[in-house]
């Protein structure tokens, strides 16, 4: 959750919030409105709730004027520590060709995502690699298979775990 306020306003059209998991790397994940002209202080909320990709998020907000002028922020950098291995249920579900699949993980640790039909028999390997402590999801893609049921494992560190999706073509 970030929270900001500012003591004044001259022609504040608004916020965007943008976040970085890499360096140098700038993705805009949000906006806010801004009240414009004030001699108040103004608080603002935004509530990031994609945290994909690692443990430690940098943001930084992009003040805009109307006039379309802007600038940034001082960078703050957060660290989210996952307390748990997880394996969350794949949305969409049922899906049409692609769906995520997400993951946590608290230890950096070797992660193995691997794909079953019924029968046990391993159709495709999705993540098989070392991952540190995070949340993470993958984009499974699967235009080649027939409509039906399919099965995705987890193998991380000591944590099993496996889930149900359904394809419908």
């Known amino acids: ?30 906006f806010v409105n801004g009240y414009g002209n004030s001699n108040s202080p103004k608080q603002y909320l935004f509530t990031d709730e994609k945290l994909i990709g690692g443990s430690k998020f940098v943001y930084r907000l992009k003040q805009i004027d109307t006039d379309g002028q802007y600038e940034y922020s001082e960078e703050i950098e957060v660290e989210i ?33 691997k794909v079953f039909d019924l029968l046990g028999k391993e159709l495709v390997t999705l993540v098989n690699e070392e991952k540190s402590a995070g949340s ?7 235009g ?26």
Do not use: H
């Open 1 to 30: 959750m970030l929270e900001w306020v500012t003591e004044t306003e001259v022609n504040n059209y608004g916020f965007d919030i943008e976040r970085s998991v890499g360096i140098g790397v700038w993705s805009k994940i949000g």
């Open 81 to 113: 520590l996952t307390t748990e291995f997880a394996l969350y249920q794949n949305y969409p579900n049922p899906f049409n060709p692609s769906t995520v699949i997400e993951y946590e993980v608290p230890e950096n640790s070797f992660v193995s995502l």
């Open 136 to 142: 993470y999801n993958v984009k499974f893609n699967a």
């Open 144 to 169: 080649q298979l027939a409509s039906g049921f399919y099965i995705y494992k987890i193998d991380a560190g000591n944590f099993t775990s496996t889930k149900k999706m359904l394809l419908l073509k």
